[in-house]
């Protein structure tokens, strides 16, 4: 009954770093199915897909469709051949309407002119059949995440896609969207279209798919029908071990207030605020959460309270000191410390060594120079107790970091951000994109300096993180606060998402009582 | 499994190495061909490109007398383009600081050494001007280096002439010269039958100086960080418009002081009419060496070399001294050409990491 639709054999590759992604790896995926990829991050996920979709090349091994081989050599071979993938990062371009995006590449025209009547049709018309519900003539710039990878998903499908490739939908979504998405691809798995799902969201998988191959380090290390095999030995044969979701600490107890944020208001444009009054105590020894969508002022807050934004107005203080007028150094020396969500840009220089990474916010300090020089003694020891601390793999601190993996990175990160004598840690999404491990590390590393008692302030796209780490949760919604837990632990997901979304918004007086000294 | 990982790291070091040598290789090997193809006599204009530097004591001198002005200005660029800014105001910081130092030279009147350091610093202040204004210009109104810098080279250049024209010109000299430099600011020959000066010291001095500042002090370490992701430092707390206008005053300060030595190192006056050349001869000497002031030496004394080669040559045989420009080109296209010996080096790398998997895999097989 199952036929074989696709097979990737015996692939193998090798990035240019050394980085061997995929070894040996073998693939099957049966025509109609939900075909759940799942593995750690840095398990070779990606890069199968990318090699499937024409993005990367194989060093070895063969792709077959329907029996026969192929060759891929780039994403249009893929499309030609009726493979095609939504992209983690949407690829629209944010000025032009839905339907301009969905056509794309293969625009209809009429007396050899660009026709917008018909581009409108074919959008249309896919989105009825596919049950789809955009608006053609919207802009993209203007639709919310979720809307936005259905337009991906279109674009896929007017292209003739039969295997739709989907590289972590999910991670951007909030539950509810989740769940309309799910709707949508059994809509088109009863279509008979194949769908390859890749995600570490076990439930999701649970609920979604039909047949589920695991991945790590590079290796297939599974296939199984779902249903046939709990989320635990999944789990298991992930990480190669059972991993504990459950955050182990004490309860908080918070003290006198550190960040003292009052009534901040952000412009991103003339007419919007990306701020709307927002404002919050975090106190030393405890760790305040903010849950939200992301793009609901989340960034601009975190970039406003280290320096690294100065136009807003409003009050912001740290440890009585009002950081207005100072400079990204001086708030740094006023013990803040920021983990950047843009780990690439801002977190390190890709160019440098594990070293220069780790000494950027104090190697002008008085203990690192020896006489009018760098003391390089001094920085060489210290780095490589910080590798050893935050167990960072690496060949020493002389290692360019962009020879590491996601994780590794950020740990050199954390290993700068955490020893810097923080009073004020800003954390945005500091596990994002890095493997179970590292992200366990750096969420417990988070709880230890709270218990030393600082003030963490912990921003987080991932549910179950903000939601285990933090003591208590704000929920952002457009630019301003939609809720308050005092006790992050009595959240309740679906309720949260609701939140989220902005169908539910708490009374002023609900939400006030973050702000006020308690 | 770490000495694998170290073995990696040697290959990316490697082919930085041996990409440089393999496009001076290539390049070299176009220069014989062409040499092969025009020449009557190829074999002596070859001997003489190759050997010919090295023939004579006065040749031999030659090379140094090309080698301290890129000193000066392969230092200054590295330390610009270090932070990132394609600042091309060096060239022009050369020449007005040797204008600079001229005026110094002919209208004061100080004791030996002092004069000579007054001229220095003066000339120094005025490059650091020169390379300071396009940096004000991006910082303050975002424009562009590339464009401002040139601009102000014509402006240094045309200035300059004015400077030498209207206030020190010697209309005894036949020719549009300054008078003639007092002996208290010159700087001292110092082998006999060349013209290789003192200034020789002084380009090492800067050279080491500028390794120093570079990448053993803590500015340094700014400036290389600002170039090489400047949110990064920003992010971190670095005042980034304060090292981009540091890098850039520093260096101009050093080209400013390139063309006082080379005026007063080589000549009894100032005798330019145009842009000299050596503050574009010191950006690929900096692209060469990586911008790391640790290797203009060497690379600035293989341009050096082929100079001299070049112009022994043109003397001798039938090959004009333009030669010397191809192979220059050639080099430079190589040598930033960054995927370059790329499959090559990748397939090292591919290997390395197999055996690396293979023998984790012994190791867990038993």
Not at chain 1, 106 to 115: C, H
Not at chain 1, 321 to 334: A, C, G, M, P, Y
Not at chain 1, 482 to 493: P, W
Not at chain 2, 33 to 56: C, K, Q
């Given at each position: 009954m199952a036929r074989n639709i696709l097979s990737m054999e015996d692939i193998t590759k090798v990035y240019p770093n050394g980085f061997v992604a995929n070894k040996n790896v073998n693939l099957s995926v049966n025509e109609g199915e939900i075909h759940a990829l799942?593995?750690?991050?840095?398990?070779?996920?990606?890069?199968?897909?990318?090699?499937?979709?024409?993005?990367?090349?194989?060093?070895?091994?063969?792709?077959?469709?329907?029996?026969?081989?192929?060759?891929?050599?780039?994403?249009?071979?893929?499309?030609?051949?009726?493979i095609g993938m939504v992209h983690q990062h949407f690829m629209l371009v944010p000025s032009l309407t839905v339907a301009e995006n969905v056509v794309v590449g293969?625009?209809?025209?009429?007396?050899?002119?660009?026709?917008m009547e018909k581009t409108i049709k074919i959008t249309k018309e896919a989105s009825e059949l596919y049950n789809f519900k955009v608006d053609p003539r919207s802009k993209i710039k203007d639709l919310t995440v979720g809307m936005k990878q259905k337009v991906e998903i279109l674009k896929a499908l007017v292209r003739g896609a039969k295997i739709l490739i989907l590289d972590e939908p999910t991670a951007v979504l909030t539950p509810q969207e989740t769940t309309e998405l799910f709707k949508e691809l059994k809509g088109l798995k009863e279509k008979g279209y194949t769908i390859i799902f890749i995600s570490h969201k076990l439930n999701e998988i649970i609920e979604l798919c039909d047949r589920i191959t695991i991945m790590r380090d590079g290796k297939i290390v599974g296939v199984e029908k779902v249903g046939k095999?709990?989320?635990?030995?999944?789990?298991r044969m992930m990480v190669g071990r059972d991993i504990i979701l459950e955050v182990i600490k004490e309860k908080a107890k918070p003290k006198q207030p550190v960040l003292n944020i009052q009534n901040i208001i952000k412009y991103s444009t003339p007419e919007k605020k990306i701020l709307n009054d927002v404002s919050f105590i975090v106190r030393s020894g405890e760790i305040l959460g903010i849950a939200g969508v992301e793009g609901n002022g989340q960034k601009e807050l975190s970039e406003i309270i280290t320096g690294m934004d100065e136009s807003y107005d409003g009050e912001i203080s740290i440890n009585d000191?009002?950081?207005?007028?100072?400079?990204?150094?001086?708030?740094?020396?006023?013990g803040v410390s920021h983990i950047s969500e843009d780990r690439m840009t801002y977190g390190i220089v890709g160019d440098g060594t594990i070293a220069e990474n780790m000494i950027s916010d104090r190697y002008y300090k008085k203990k690192y120079q020896k006489g009018f020089l760098l003391n390089f003694e001094k920085i060489k020891k210290e780095s490589k107790e910080l590798i050893e601390m935050f167990n960072v793999k690496c060949d020493g601190h002389k290692q360019p970091i962009n020879m590491l993996s996601g994780g590794n990175m950020q740990k050199v990160v954390a290993a700068r951000e955490f020893t810097s004598g923080s009073t004020l840690v800003i954390a945005n999404q500091p596990t994002r994109g890095i493997d179970v491990g590292a992200s366990s590390f750096i969420r417990n590393k988070l709880i230890e300096l709270r218990d030393q008692g600082d003030a963490i302030l912990l921003i987080s796209a991932d549910l179950n993180e903000v939601l285990e780490v933090s003591d208590s949760l704000i929920v952002m919604n457009n630019g301003e606060i939609?809720?308050?837990?005092?006790?992050?632990?009595?959240?309740?997901?679906d309720e949260l998402g609701e939140y989220m979304l902005g169908l539910k918004r708490m009374t002023d007086e609900e939400i006030r009582r973050v702000a006020d000294v308690k | 499994m770490l000495s694998r990982m170290t073995n990696k790291n040697n290959v990316e070091k490697q082919f930085e190495i041996l990409r440089t040598l393999v496009a001076i290789a290539i390049a070299l090997s176009i220069?014989?061909?062409?040499?092969?193809?025009?020449?009557?006599?190829?074999?002596?204009?070859?001997?003489?490109?190759?050997?010919?530097?090295?023939?004579?004591?006065r040749r031999l001198g030659n090379i140094v007398e090309a080698l301290i002005p890129l000193l000066f200005t392969g230092t200054a660029v590295s330390l610009i383009f270090s932070a990132n800014q394609t600042n091309l105001a060096v060239e022009g910081a050369f020449f007005i600081g040797g204008v600079g130092a001229s005026f110094m030279a002919t209208q004061l009147n100080l004791p030996p050494g002092i004069h000579l350091v007054v001229a220095l610093i003066v000339a120094g202040i005025i490059g650091a001007l020169a390379c300071g204004i396009p940096a004000i210009l991006y910082i303050k109104f975002d424009a562009r280096p590339v464009v401002s810098s040139l601009m102000v080279n014509y402006v240094c250049l045309y200035l300059g002439l004015a400077v030498i024209n209207h206030v020190i010109r010697d209309p005894a000299a036949g020719f549009l010269a300054s008078f003639k430099f007092n002996k208290t600011a010159v700087l001292p020959k110092i082998i006999k039958g060349t013209n290789v000066h003192f200034g020789i010291f002084l380009g090492i001095i800067i050279v080491i100086l500028g390794y120093l500042y570079l990448y053993k002090y803590k500015k340094g370490y700014e400036i290389r960080m600002v170039g090489k992701n400047v949110d990064f430092a920003k992010y971190s707390g670095i005042n980034v418009n304060s090292v981009l206008m540091s890098a850039q005053l520093l260096g101009g300060f050093i080209a400013g002081m390139g063309g006082a030595v080379e005026v007063l190192g080589m000549y009894n006056r100032f005798q330019y009419q145009k842009l000299t050349g050596h503050g574009f001869d010191g950006i690929l000497v900096g692209i060469i060496a990586k911008n790391n002031p640790k290797l203009v030496p060497l690379t600035a004394l293989f341009l050096a070399y082929i100079r001299v080669g070049a112009d022994v040559m043109s003397r001798v045989s039938d090959i004009p001294i333009e030669l010397v420009s191809i192979i220059q080109a050639i080099i430079i296209m190589f040598v930033v050409a960054e995927r370059f010996l790329y499959k090559l080096k990748?397939?090292?790398?591919?290997?390395?990491?197999?055996?690396?998997?293979?023998?984790?895999?012994?190791?867990?097989n038993g």
């Open positions: 799942i593995g750690e991050n840095g398990a070779g996920k990606s890069t199968l897909m990318k090699i499937l979709f024409g993005v990367e090349k194989a060093d070895e091994g063969k792709i077959l469709l329907n029996g026969e081989e192929i060759q891929i050599d780039n994403p249009n071979v893929a499309i030609g051949h009726g293969m625009e209809p025209k009429t007396n050899g002119f660009f026709s095999i709990t989320e635990q030995d999944i789990s000191t009002n950081i207005k007028k100072l400079s990204i150094r001086d708030i740094r020396e006023l939609a809720a308050y837990f005092e006790d992050a632990k009595l959240v309740n997901e | 220069a014989f061909i062409i040499i092969l193809l025009i020449s009557d006599n190829p074999i002596n204009a070859l001997a003489s490109f190759v050997i010919g530097p090295l023939t004579t004591t990748h397939k090292k790398i591919v290997s390395l990491s197999r055996n690396e998997i293979n023998e984790k895999e012994e190791i867990v």
